[in-house]
């Protein structure tokens, strides 16, 4: 059972092809577009070293870490590269008109 | 003993690995330094697609990004502006025999190395004449589906398969020198074998015909797909001159559930080379993974075999020689980082230093949460052999499950003057005494080695044996 | 590590006015030692031996404990009159300045501890000292006792022990304080084991929990001298003790002992160095621990041998019983070893839980599986339980380890 959560982003704050940092009811997250328009969101951890993904970039749907290259699938929160090999939370996305909307358990 | 000069020697035409073509020759300068336009050159030259290009370029900015790791061996004499990021094969073909340093010519001369290996090792031929031999294992392979190429045709030739696994294992951004490698790599090998076949002989470098068989920038990918086993050898016991000094591999590796891999390298630089590798497995449920490591020649290597498993069951080995003489330093060990349950892995480290070498084992164990029966054994001895030699041992280990059980025992020691005094009394020279003693204390590794390098290993422990004692 | 430069409760005011009235020489070395922490007041947090336990949560805002609960010290007269002096620090200042001063923050320690053993030698204001004159055995275990009152305070004591040329003694210091409030407490020591003498040091931590321990503990062992220290870490929130141990003179020995047993969030982080500079010296290094609930223990040992250094013979050893899901280890024993002429030389480190088939085996026995764990834990520390030579304290040390194992064995074992 989710509900609904606005994220305090608009879709004009994200470019298509990133991801950015946001808090959204006290969870860290990582929300991201892709280039082809899809929306998706995940913990804003990286579970290698516990630090954030946050100043990461999104390729085609894989988060990247900054700090050593981890790849987390935006939708799925599986693993894509090492050296993390713990999944991360993921969580729906969807707009309300130009708002951006995370649905959290 | 003047050789022909190698610049001479003829590159077969139609050479299948893709960039001798004559007019491409012309056209390239050689020339040093690393730069954005270096490494684009370096893709175009190979004719690469678009994303690879790509890849290269952002590994490059992490490159420049990153600082040079604080930890270590001492690096501080790499000039990465002063290095050669693109050699061709007739690049390669201007050493001469003359500038191959004595040390290496009296060590083939007493292995009795055959001339022409000689030559190829020496980097002073054009290349090794094994055409017949590996056509025939070529066959071998293609009937039972495996693939087994350079790197480079692989990218061409199997793009899908390539571009799932590459960099899975090691991200361009891992570390400085994986981002080098990614940036500029060029050669290496790439192996998938099917779903339950089993390669019974172990694949070799050199029977890709490549003249990049000693390639600074080696990036080898294998896939060895569910149920399937393959066991890949690299390296010569025999000392391999270079006047590269960086070399910089990256090899990633992927054993799917109930697959097994074995690989193989036994590097013997010169003692101007720097060897600084990223070498990284998965294994995946009821897998098994074996690094065999040796570590012979090279003025600094650092290197640590990794292995991630991932799925229940699965085990990792790493079984690692390191041999420092003087002015030498071995920065090698293992990793194996335990994320299912029921995993088990070993390792075994043997480790001598001479002279005024300098060897360090370095690990880590690490145990996630929730993995549960997970069991390893470290055990690292280190011989010392001279009173101006050194010794470290830094295990690591992040344990946090409770349901385990993890172990580490090392010891260092010399060797025992009663145990030479023993072989003496039986006829043995000091010399003799000694290799053989060392060569009972790096026997448990030695004995996984294929047959002609374990021959070859004794014999080079012989070797250094006579400057050892006394 | 967000510590840098962010104050500190402490400051050089603290120091001129803690040593306003002291004799001018005790006021100078406090102001070097105090220059020294101002030059370089913390760990960066990227040194090998602080990457597992982060100082953002230290206590830095209590008040210095200027009059300190003091341990009672008994002493037999007629030790005293062959020149034994067991006191607290500023008692012995007034009374015996010529040998505190000759012996008294002349020596560092490894960086890693640097900057507390710094701030303890400038701050001090409580502490034990124990000076025994050459020849002199004292058998008796001397006991230091301190009960530390409650309330958010930061309190370094320096301890210095000086053994002087075949003198022996045995010391057991022990520290209480309740639970609840957040404290700092800082102790240092430094024991000065002299040429053929022989010390049994032993250090018992009861500390509340959520005091942060930030400890020194630093060794020198003279030539064919023999020391054996043990240290019991059973309470705080976080206990970071750094051990120094030198053996300087040719053919002396050491023993390192550790029992830690911890629960709740608990971290226990320790870092060694044996530094084995003389030959024919012998230092073995053993430290068990025993974790519940969530605790951690991290442990990062250097046993170096210097190239001068000749048939030495040393083994480091570090072993962890991980007795809940959440418990953790990291045990990091290290060697670098510079010379080939070593008669022994060699580590180990585990971590896991009981072997099942010793559980099996005691509940077969009628036990219930809680006894059955208390016993194998118990059996698991007497490896280190056995080596302490004297029964007092073997017995307070047994006592808090009941507290946290909760053994009504161990209660007997101790009445016995």
């Known amino acids: ?105 | 003993m003047a050789l022909p000069n190698p610049a001479l020697d003829k590159v077969p035409t139609g050479y299948k690995y893709g960039w001798n073509d004559p007019e491409m020759k012309s056209l390239h300068v050689m020339k040093k330094g690393l730069s954005a336009q270096v490494v684009e050159e370096i893709s175009r030259i190979k004719g690469e697609p678009q994303w690879m290009t790509d890849l290269r370029l952002k590994a490059y900015r992490h490159f420049e990004a990153r600082p040079m790791p604080t930890w270590g061996g001492d690096m501080s004499q790499i000039d990465f502006q002063d290095i050669y990021y693109y050699v061709t094969a007739t690049d390669k073909a201007v050493q001469s025999w003359d500038d191959v340093p004595d040390y290496i010519r009296r060590t083939y001369d007493r292995l009795g190395i055959p001339e022409a290996e000689k030559k190829y090792l020496a980097g002073v031929g054009g290349q090794y004449d094994s055409e017949v031999v590996y056509h025939n294992i070529r066959a071998d392979l293609e009937k039972l589906g495996v693939i087994f190429l350079g790197t480079d045709e692989a990218l061409t030739k199997y793009p899908e398969i390539f571009k799932e696994y590459f960099g899975t294992v090691i991200p361009a951004n891992d570390n400085k020198l994986a981002a080098l490698n990614t940036a500029v790599w060029s050669g290496g090998s790439f192996i998938y074998v099917p779903k339950g076949v089993h390669v019974e002989l172990p694949l070799q470098a050199y029977f890709r015909i490549n003249t990049e068989n000693m390639g600074q920038f080696e990036r080898t990918l294998i896939i060895a797909d569910e149920g399937s086993s393959v066991h890949y050898v690299e390296g010569c016991t025999a000392p391999a001159y270079t006047t590269a000094s960086l070399h910089s591999a990256v090899v990633e590796i992927i054993v799917k559930k109930g697959a097994r891999v074995r690989y193989t390298t036994i590097q013997n630089w010169s003692h101007n080379v720097y060897n600084l590798v990223t070498k990284r497995a998965v294994a995946y449920e009821d897998a098994v993974m074996e690094w065999v490591d040796g570590n012979l020649g090279s003025h600094l290597t650092m290197k640590y075999p990794s292995i991630y498993l991932l799925g229940e069951r699965a085990h990792g080995e790493v079984l690692s020689i390191a041999f420092a003489g003087s002015d030498q330093h071995q920065d090698a060990g293992g990793k194996v980082i335990h994320a299912a349950p029921n995993t088990t892995s070993l390792i075994t480290s043997k480790s001598i230093s001479q002279g005024t070498g300098r060897t360090s084992y370095r690990g880590l164990i690490k145990v996630y949460p929730g993995c549960h029966g997970a069991k390893s054994t470290v055990r690292c001895d280190a011989l010392i052999l001279s009173d101006e030699a050194r010794s470290d041992t830094y295990p690591y280990m992040e344990i946090d499950e409770e349901d385990v059980t993890i172990g580490h025992e090392a010891t260092v020691s010399k060797v025992g003057s009663e145990q030479l005094f023993y072989l003496m009394s039986r006829g043995m020279s000091e010399a003799e005494a000694a290799a053989m003693i060392v060569n009972g204390f790096i026997e448990p590794i030695v004995k996984e080695l294929p047959m002609e390098y374990a021959v070859e290993m004794n014999r080079l422990i012989q070797l250094q044996m006579e400057g050892a004692v006394g | ?416």
């Open chain 3, 1 to 416: 590590m967000a510590v840098d430069t962010l104050a500190t409760s402490l400051e050089a005011a603290t120091v001129v006015r803690i040593s306003r009235d002291e004799p001018a020489w005790l006021q100078a070395l406090r102001n070097s030692w105090w220059r020294r922490v101002e030059a370089d007041p913390w760990p960066t947090g990227s040194e090998e031996e602080w990457r597992r336990t982060k100082l953002d949560g230290l206590p830095r805002d209590g008040a210095l404990l200027t009059e300190p609960p003091l341990a009672s010290y008994q002493i037999d007269p007629a030790l005293a009159d062959r020149g034994v002096v067991f006191t607290d620090m500023a008692t012995a200042v007034r009374e015996h300045p010529d040998l505190v001063s000759a012996h008294l923050g002349l020596r560092d320690t490894i960086p890693a501890q640097a900057s507390f053993w710094a701030r303890s030698l400038a701050a001090w204001t409580g502490g034990t000292f124990l000076y025994v004159p050459s020849g002199v055995e004292v058998d008796e275990p001397l006991i230091a006792h301190t009960m530390l009152p409650d309330g958010s305070y930061t309190y370094l004591p320096h301890t210095l022990v000086v053994l002087e040329l075949g003198a022996r003694a045995t010391l057991l210091e022990e520290v209480s304080s309740p639970d609840g409030a957040a404290a700092w407490f800082g102790a240092t020591a430094d024991l000065q084991v002299g040429a053929e003498a022989r010390l049994r040091y032993a250090n018992l931590q009861r500390l509340g929990d959520s005091v942060w321990r930030i400890g020194a503990q630093r060794t020198e062992v003279g030539q064919d001298a023999d020391a054996v220290t043990l240290n019991a870490e059973i309470g705080s929130l976080v206990s970071k003790m750094g051990l120094d141990l030198r053996m300087s003179g040719k053919g002396g020995t050491s023993k390192l002992l550790g029992l830690l047993a911890a629960g709740g969030t608990q971290m226990i982080d320790i870092n060694s160095c044996q530094d084995l500079l003389g030959s024919h010296t012998t230092s073995d290094l053993l430290y068990l621990s025993a974790l519940y609930d969530a605790a951690h223990a991290a442990f990062y040992g250097v046993t170096r041998v210097r190239p001068e250094a000749k048939q030495t013979s040393s083994y480091q050893e570090c072993r962890n019983l991980l007795l809940s899901p959440k418990a953790g280890a990291e045990p990091i024993p290290v060697l670098e070893i510079e010379t080939n002429d070593i008669l022994r030389c060699g580590h180990g480190a585990t971590a896991g839980a009981i072997d099942p088939v010793q559980r099996f085996y005691a509940q077969s026995r009628g036990l219930s599986a809680d006894e059955a764990e208390q016993m194998i834990v118990r059996g698991f520390f007497e490896r280190v339980v056995a080596q302490i030579d004297s029964e007092p304290i073997k017995a307070r040390i047994l006592d808090a380890l009941a507290a946290r194992i909760g053994l009504a064995e161990l209660a007997d074992e101790v009445a016995a």
């Open chain 1, 1 to 105: 059972m989710t509900t609904g959560f606005a994220a305090g982003l608009r879709t004009s704050d994200v470019a298509p092809g990133t991801v950015v940092p946001v808090v959204v009811e006290g969870r860290p997250l990582c929300v991201g577009r892709t280039l082809d328009g899809r929306w998706g969101a995940i913990d804003d951890i990286c579970t290698h070293d516990g630090g954030d993904l946050g100043d990461g970039e999104l390729d085609g749907n894989a988060v990247e870490c900054p700090r050593h290259g981890g790849r987390f699938d935006l939708f799925t929160g599986r693993v894509l590269a090492l050296p993390p090999v713990i999944p991360v939370n993921a969580y729906p996305v969807h707009l309300e008109g130009d708002a951006v909307v995370v649905e959290l358990p």
